[in-house]
């Protein structure tokens, strides 16, 4: 059973930059991403990376672009969304989700982690 932990959220003021690390078990993956909502939004995505048999390409929504680096071991097993100059339209619930060899599609996601920024 694939299980998702996302852990890094927290307050930061605008400007200032966080690192969200998602570990992931019981499963072999092909990509990982981040996704993230905020309050009256629906979910958008933010960032992927593919695995090594997909040459482990990255990914970005333009607002992530230039601010947000993700990246993960060889084994997609952790990742990482280090987020910089952050602004208060960045605050949402961040989720890591994984697409498994077997999926075509994002199939397993964590529970969130708040991320506030506050002007």
């Known amino acids: 059973q694939v299980q998702l932990v996302e852990s890094g959220g927290g307050l930061v003021q605008a400007g200032g930059s966080l690192r969200l690390s998602c570990t992931a078990s019981g499963g072999t993956f092909g990509a990982m991403g981040w996704f993230r909502q905020a309050p009256g939004k629906e979910r958008e995505f933010v960032a992927a990376?593919?695995?090594?048999?997909?040459?482990?390409?990255?990914n970005y929504a333009n607002s992530a672009k230039g601010r947000f680096t993700i990246s993960g071991d060889n084994t997609l097993n952790t990742v990482y969304l280090q987020m910089t100059s952050l602004n208060v339209e960045d605050t949402a619930i961040y989720y890591c989700a994984a697409r498994e060899l077997t999926s075509r599609a994002y199939n397993c996601w964590g529970q969130g982690t708040q991320v506030t920024v506050s002007s």
């Open positions: 990376i593919s695995g090594r048999w997909s040459g482990r390409m990255t």
